[in-house]
């Protein structure tokens, strides 16, 4: 059985049937069905699966990231995947539903003011 973490990186490619030609077939990733919604998944499983590779990261550590969207989301799912402590900062104004989200995923969140 797969895990939600599992499925990073495993999206569907799907043909545009509308752009291809016979000479041409053009493809596209959907990356928002990674189970954090973006490609942003992929971006953080390699940076910390590198870091841990790399004796630069391990269970219990703490990665910090200023964050203003997705990329928060990826982090905070992988890095709890790991038993890694992730803190955001966030500005005020950034969307809750995502805030919720990499709380939910134990993220530790800190707001900051907007710019």
Same mark, same amino acid.
């Given at each position: 059985?797969?895990?939600?973490?599992? +499925? &990073?990186? %495993?999206?569907?490619?799907?043909?545009?049937? @509308?752009?291809?030609?016979?000479? /041409?077939?053009?493809? *596209?990733?959907?990356?928002?069905?990674?189970?954090?919604?973006?490609?942003?998944?992929?971006?953080?499983?390699? +940076? &910390?699966? %590198?870091?841990?590779?790399?004796?630069?990261? @391990?269970?219990?550590?703490?990665? /910090?990231?200023?964050? *203003?969207?997705?990329?928060?989301?990826?982090?905070?799912?992988?890095?709890?995947?790991?038993?890694?402590?992730?803190? &955001?900062?966030?500005?005020?104004?950034?969307?809750?539903?995502?805030?919720?989200?990499?709380?939910?995923?134990?993220?530790?969140?800190?707001?900051?003011?907007?710019?």
């Amino acid at each position: 059985m797969l895990r939600n973490f599992d +499925l &990073i990186g %495993r999206t569907p490619l799907v043909q545009l049937e @509308h752009y291809s030609t016979d000479r /041409v077939q053009i493809f *596209a990733k959907l990356e928002m069905h990674n189970p954090g919604g973006s490609v942003k998944d992929r971006l953080a499983k390699y +940076l &910390i699966e %590198r870091a841990i590779e790399e004796g630069q990261l @391990h269970p219990g550590d703490q990665i /910090v990231e200023a964050t *203003a969207g997705n990329t928060g989301i990826g982090l905070a799912m992988v890095a709890n995947h790991y038993d890694i402590n992730c803190v &955001i900062f966030a500005p005020e104004g950034f969307s809750e539903e995502k805030i919720s989200i990499m709380r939910a995923l134990g993220a530790e969140i800190h707001r900051t003011p907007q710019a």
